[in-house]
Each structure stands twice: as C-alpha cells, then as structure tokens.
C-alpha cells in the first residue's frame, strides 16, 4: 500500500522520485441514484455523457453523508431525526445503490503503468472507465482494498472518466432494536453496527458507498507493493541509555507488468547503509522478495505511552532496474520495538511485554471515529491523542466495525498506543447466545459471513495494510466469540504466520487464553454504573477486555444534539424523556442524589461529572491497586462514540471532553498516589521501570471551607512496576465524624519538594450524601489566560486565602463572539479544586483559529462561569 503520511503536528513528505507519482481522487465526484440513470456504465463512464441533474458526491464517504451534505435528509446524529430517514431495509436496496462517477486527467507515455486503487467500498460495486468494464468480476466485500491496471484503458488525449456502481450490502438486515437488528447484515463482510446496537442507531444507508480513499498512481513499470518491515529486539531493554542492536528484517511484493523480462535490485536505505537484492522477473510475473536482515545499531526504541518515547523511521523501497534508474518505490514509517507476551499464573491471565519489559494494560474500546465514515487525519489525531492524555497506553477495535485506517495507526505510532485489532465477528451477530430477535439460530449464525473464502481474501489484504505500524500489538478473531473453523484455523496457523508472523492472536477477545474466566459469566463487564468501592473489592477478569460505565457528557454537549424541549433532567427510577433514551442513556440510578436532586438538565449534567469522574477514577485506581496480583491489565468499555449517544464516552461526538476523560486521566497515572475507600489505605502504583527514592507520601484532610485539620507524611521508596500500601488515615478521618464531608488531598513529593502525583477526594457526611457540598459558600477565581510561543495557552487560576477551596472548576477554550467551544481542544487538566490561597495553571492546545477572537471560560461547583480574555 502506497503510503503519504499526513498526521497533525507532526508532517513530514517522503522525496517523490519521478519514478512515482500518485494522488487522490476527491473533489468533482458526481453520483445519481441507480433509478433515475436509463442507461448503463459504458455510457455513463464517457466523457461526452452528461451529468448536469446529477448531484455532487462525497467521496471518500457514504450515500447518507452526500444526502446529508446535499441537505436531502436531516442531521441523523441530532434528536430524532434518524427516524425521519429511510431505512434500507424498508425500502429495498436500489433506495441507496448510487452511481458515482469522476473526470481526472491522465496519460500513460512508454512503460508508465497507470492504477487505479480503491481502499475501501461498501458492499458491492461495477468500475467503468471510458466506457469500458474495469472489474471483470463485480468486486464484493467492504473490507477489501481493489487493484486494477487501467494504462490500456486511459483516452489518449488524456481525459478520463470513471464511473463506479455502488451497491447496499445483500442482506442490511431487520433494525429491530437487537445488537445488529436481527443479525443478518452479519451475513456479508460489512458493518454489524450499522444495523443499531446498545450503544447507537440503525445508520440507514448501512454505509453504502465509495467509503474510503481512491488513488490513481504512476509507475515506470514495476510495481512495488506491500512492503514489510519487521523489527526484532531481543532482551530487556530501558528507554534511556546506548542500546545493543535490534535486527531489521523486510520484504517486498513485486509485480512486473510489461511484455519483457525485467532485472534490478529491490532496495532500500537506513541508518546510512543501503540495503538490497537482485531480482529478475518474467512478463506478467509477481512475487515476494526477501531483503537480508539489517542490523541496526544504537536503534531508538518506540516505547507505549507512559514508558518511553516514540521516535519513527522512515525508508524508502524502490525498484532500481539494471540501466541504474528507479521504476517505482514504497515508502514506510516504522518503530523499533518488539512485543510479546506470557502466561502469569498469579492472575491466570495473559502479560503483555514490549521490549523486555512488563507493560500494566490500560485500555480503551474503540468502535470507529464516525459512524457515518467521516474520517480525517485531524480527528484521528485528536481522539488518539485524547486517549494518551487519559495516561492509557492500548485501544481495542472492536469486531463489529472495521480494520482501522492507516492514518489511525499512524496516529497511535505517533502517541504511543498500542491496539488490539478485532476482526470482523461478534458473539450477537454471530451466534454465541440465543437471541429471540435474531431471524436465524444459532447454528446458522454461527456461520456467518456466508463466503468464508471471502473473509479470508479479506483478512490478507488488511492484514497487508496495517502490518509496519509500531502500535499494531494483537490481532483478536472476533469479539466474544471466534470465526468458523474454517476461518480462524487458516488464519491463526497460516495467513497471519505468512504475512505478520510477530504478533500475538487471541482466538476471540474474552478467551480464557487472555483472561482465566474462573467468575463465570460471559468474561466482561461490567458495564452499569458501580459504587466505587466495588472497583477495589470485587475481583474480576483478571485481563477485562470490556468493563465500563456511564458517561453523559455536560450541558455544552447536550444541548448539540438535544433539542431545547427535550432537555428533561433524569430521576432515578423515572423513565428518561424520548431523546434521552433514543440516544441511549443509561441511568446513573442513585448516584446523583446524594449531591442533591437534579433540579434541571443543565444541575443534571454538572452533577453527573461528580458522578463520572469519581466513577473512572475509581475503576483505574481500583485494577491498578491489584497489579500483577488480580490483574494484568484492563480495557474501559468503551472511551469514545462514533454517534452521539450517552454512555461509555469520555469526550463526545463532537470531540468535547467531560469528566470521565480527567477521572481516567488521574487514576491511570503511570505514577500514582490514592486512597482505598474500603480502609482509607494511602497506596502508591509505580508502572514506571525505575525505583522512586525519598519520596514524601502526603495526605492532608480538610473541612468543606478548605482549612487544613490534619496532615499525616513519610518518606518511602517504591520499587519499579509495584503496588506499595503505605499508611491508613482512618484516625484522622474519623476526627471529621459528624461533619457534613471533608477534603482529602493526597501528593507524592520528589526530594526537591515537586509534586509528582496529585489526588483531590471530596468524601461524604456520614450519611453518605453531599450536604455539606450542596451547602458550600461561592468561591471567586483570578484568572489570566496568556497565549505563549508555542501557540499554547496558560491559564492561571488563583484562590485568594480568605475564600473558601473553589471546587471542581471546568475550563473551557470559546469564541468570544459565540460563546461556542473550541474542539478539539486539550487542557493539561480539567474539573479541579483550587484551596484558598493556592493557584493552578492549566495549559490549553488547540489549532489556530484565524482572526476568530477567543476567550476562556471558566465555573465551577461554586463558581459562577465567567470569560477571561486571552492576552497575547
């Protein structure tokens, strides 16, 4: 796969040779639906036919995005709208079975070769291009990249049209409301997803379309493809410091398309040194050509977030023929790291290494970036990033979407993620359970999809597409349940063998081969809201590939999808109001109260981050706590929502962060102080590779108004990747006995008196509720926003000494003008307490937004939301 790598913040562009040349085909696609076009692709695909009544496409992207972008169909991702757009189902496939077609400009002169590749479409399609058939065999499959040599086939004056039919899946199933409606859209190679599940809406169109890019590119010939670059670092390695060599090992597929016997060298060069083969291959001939390893010396090793750096190397294969001049190249971006597991009989669960090294798990589950795919590397860049800044170091693809993109990949290369890569099965679709919403039993859904050589074909290429990136740590035969037989044993014993070879498979993403499922039960979860204290006390898988909770977003993000009428403050044990539950709320049931009845939607919302910071915090502090002793890792079900739906997110649809993101962000630090809810034991988590020395463990209680009334220290030493439990302070709790809550403030101190770990709780009455928050006086902030050098901005928060501790405070990046927030943005921190006389300052990135005049907003618990100017 040709690869030009465009990620935010860090671009970089290989030298194109004039060997090479290749480009996207975007702008100008033209599409009319199959029943409003008389005549047939040849016609269509020539110049001369005209499409003045046609509408303008998007591609890359779906028929219900075009519809949308044309204004033909309301926004499905706002109220109910969705139900006012056709279903697929209802309406029969030819509904959105759409032609799309492109001009573009291109010859061919001596041994150029012209391609035509397409990465992705959605479900079946037929290629013309100048009036000629492409594909000789209608091309069937979304996760299927297609190839087709199209030099014979270009007009000689150079331009072009191409027109393509895009055809629905064959079977889009029921939308009946079950986990993929009635579970038959599993039957081809497609989106379960899209048929609705718990956490989304049937997508009508079921993403019909020209989904993903399409290339025209230029060779002199030969054509390099899929070129793969292994990485081998044996030993146990640190991040820092001279390191002993790690072996390169490459290869390169190659065809050669021209009528004559062509020889050279496949080559490529690194770290100084050129690296190359002879090859000679006949007309019409391809195969794939083995490099000879490369020792590299002193390599920079890539390292998971929270470990280490990321540094990247780029190389360029290319055909260099026996005249001395460069018929093609392949250019690749990959780390130097190794990544292995074994069996650890404390947890009876799988331990995951990188470089040598022991690596805590603490993931995410991913479904996809938009359920309508509208995919850009900025949005990629900045939902991977938000996972970083949660201190989680995997994201898990979940089965029921898709193999993610390249420029997802890079983006986890880029911020050290590693992932955990499902394919295309899930237990609901797929017939683990009994279901009564499911058309077919069990023992035919078992064998969905219906073409297994398909799925395999299928597996191949992406496995191809993706397999150089760092990030890309597991691959997983499906979610909650394996492939058919005939699937997963060719996949397990040879196609992933031939083609990757270096990483681990899990039969299916909650084996006992992962995770000892001695509970019972279905290996995951749980996913309702929990008490806090259930995190540290109840024993769960001890390798959870799903566990998680609530996640309504604040007022901001509700009132982007809400309609004002609809804007209905849940109560517990009350039904929620209709668009409430069409986006799939979950309740927090008794969780809000104890901070008062939630008087409206927008008392609502606030309350709730209350309720999901304390509940992720708690939930990484709880598996955390039980390091290499219950657990080896876990994976939050889930972090993000390609729709915007309520629960399981910690930023929204419209990439606004909430609480749960900050929740997540404290209690997955790599080093990390907190307090055990069961005993009020202080403990320290270090997943670091070095031993903390003198270390200060400080713990300071304070009353509602922010005054100190206790403080208990010492110093400690905490050994590399452990758990320690330091000292209880349930004496000094207890003083507070009777009082309405209190404050505990915990930090860890280097021997320089720098904080290292900073941890706030706000605790209870001893009746459990929040009487004494609910009674707190108004607190005022000093707050100056400055823009620095490095087009960030550092807003200082300060809290004079004679007011009360300002609680939970949220920052905001706005237009001044509209008072609408800036997204994405990312702040240091968010929905922190500042004590009286104390200040705090949070620094805020965000791309540049032109002459659009911001501010920065801020309130809290008990501070009233005011705009700050940001001084230049």
């Known amino acids: ?316 294969f290319s055909f260099v023929d026996a005249a001395g001049k460069t018929a093609d190249l392949e250019n690749v971006q990959f780390g130097v790291r190794e990544i292995s597991t074994r069996w650890n009989e404390q947890t009876r669960s799988r331990e995951n290494l990188v470089n040598g090294q022991k690596i805590f798990i603490k993931g995410g589950n991913w479904i996809i970036s938009d359920a309508m795919l509208r995919f850009s590397n900025e949005r990629y860049d900045a939902e991977v990033r938000f996972h970083r800044d949660m201190n989680l170091n995997l994201i898990r693809i979940w089965g029921g979407a898709i193999i993610e993109r390249p420029e997802f990949y890079e983006a986890c290369d880029k911020y050290g993620m590693l992932v955990f890569q499902d394919f295309w099965f899930s237990g609901d679709c797929n017939g683990k359970w009994q279901d009564p919403l499911k058309k077919d039993d069990q023992w035919i859904r078992r064998q969905y999809p219906d073409d297994h050589g398909l799925v395999l074909t299928a597996a191949a290429d992406q496995i191809k597409m993706i397999r150089n990136h760092a990030s890309l740590a597991f691959w997983c035969g499906g979610n909650e349940i394996t492939p058919p037989d005939d699937i997963l044993l060719p996949l397990k014993e040879r196609i992933l063998p031939e083609l990757d070879g270096t990483r681990y498979f899990f039969d299916y993403s909650n084996t006992n081969d992962m995770s000892y499922n001695s509970i019972g039960g279905n290996g995951d979860g749980p996913y309702n809201i929990q008490d806090p204290k259930t995190f540290w006390s109840y024993k769960t898988y001890p390798y959870n590939s799903e566990v998680g909770s609530v996640g309504v977003g604040d007022y901001a993000s509700l009132e982007r999808f809400i309609p004002k009428q609809n804007m209905i403050a849940p109560q517990n044990g009350q039904e929620p109001d209709s668009v409430w539950a069409y986006h799939k709320y979950i309740p927090y049931d008794h969780h809000i109260d104890p901070y008062g009845k939630a008087k409206d939607a927008r008392d609502f919302a606030m309350k709730a981050q209350l309720v999901n ?33 309520m629960r399981g997110q910690m930023y929204d649809y419209y990439l606004d962060v909430n609480a749960c993101l900050y929740g997540t962000r404290k209690g997955a630090e790599p080093l990390h102080i907190m307090m055990n809810p069961l005993d009020s034991m202080l403990t320290v988590v270090n997943n670091g590779f070095a031993t903390q020395r003198n270390i200060m463990v400080q713990a300071s209680i304070y009353d509602l108004d922010g005054k100190l009334q206790d403080q208990v220290q010492a110093f400690a030493e905490i ?40 941890n706030f709780y706000w605790l209870p009455g001893s009746d459990g509720k929040y009487t004494g928050l609910q009674q707190m006086k108004s607190a005022e902030l000093k707050v100056t926003a400055t823009k620095t050098t490095k087009g960030e901005i550092e807003v200082r928060l300060k809290n004079d000494a004679t007011n009360t501790l300002a609680f939970f405070n949220r920052v905001a990046l706005v237009n001044t003008t509209t008072g609408e927030r800036i997204l994405p943005a990312f702040y240091s921190d968010n929905y922190f307490s500042v004590l009286p006389g104390e200040e705090k300052m949070i620094v805020v990135g965000a791309s540049e937004q032109g002459n659009t005049s911001l501010s920065v907003a801020v309130y809290g618990w008990n501070v009233k939301r005011q705009l700050f100017p940001i001084k230049k």
Request: with cysteine.
């Open 613 to 645: 910071y304390d509940q992720y915090r708690a939930l990484m502090e709880g598996f955390s706590a039980h390091m290499w002793d219950w657990y080896t890792g876990t994976i939050i079900w889930k972090t993000q929502n390609p729709w915007t739906s």
């Open 719 to 758: 050994a590399p990747s452990t758990v320690q439990r330091m000292f209880p302070i349930q004496t000094q709790l207890k003083k507070m006995k009777g009082k309405d809550g209190a404050f505990v403030l915990l930090k860890l101190l280097n021997p320089q008196q720098q904080v290292l770990s900073e």
């Open 1 to 316: 796969m040709k690869k030009i790598l465009f990620l935010v913040y860090c671009v970089f562009t290989f030298s194109t040779l004039s060997a090479q040349q290749r480009y996207e085909l975007t702008d100008g696609w033209r599409c009319a639906n199959i029943k409003e076009v008389q005549v047939g692709g040849s016609q269509i695909s020539t110049v001369g036919y005209s499409l003045n009544n046609w509408m303008p496409a998007t591609v890359p992207g779906t028929v219900l995005t075009t519809l949308l972008n044309n204004k033909k169909v309301p926004d499905p991702f706002y109220g109910m709208n969705n139900l006012q757009i056709k279903d697929v189902y209802d309406t029969g496939n030819a509904y959105y079975t759409y032609w799309f077609v492109k001009s573009f400009t291109q010859t061919a002169v001596g041994d150029e070769q012209i391609w035509l590749k397409l990465r992705g479409v959605n479900y079946k399609c037929e290629v013309f291009l100048n009036g000629k058939k492409v594909n000789a065999i209608t091309h069937e499959g979304m996760h299927l990249r297609q190839q087709y040599n199209i030099t014979k086939l270009l007009a000689a004056n150079g331009e072009n049209r191409l027109a393509i039919l895009v055809y629905p899946p064959d079977f889009p199933g029921a939308p009946n409301g079950g986990q993929g409606g009635d579970g038959t859209i599993a039957k081809g190679l497609t989106t379960a997803y899209t048929a609705g599940w718990d956490w989304i809406q049937p997508v009508r169109d079921r993403n019909t379309g020209i989904w993903d890019k399409v290339f025209i590119e230029k060779t002199k010939g030969i054509n390099l493809e899929n070129p793969h670059v292994v990485t081998l670092v044996p030993g146990i390695r640190l991040p820092e410091g001279i390191q002993q060599p790690a072996m390169i090992r490459t290869s390169c597929e190659i065809e050669n398309p021209l009528n004559r016997t062509v020889s050279g060298f496949i080559q490529y060069t690194l770290d100084g040194k050129v690296i190359k083969t002879a090859v000679a291959l006949k007309s019409g001939e391809k195969k794939t050509v083995k490099l000879p390893d490369f020792e590299l010396k002193n390599p920079k090793l890539w390292w998971p977030s929270g470990y280490g750096k990321q540094p990247l190397y780029k190389i360029s």
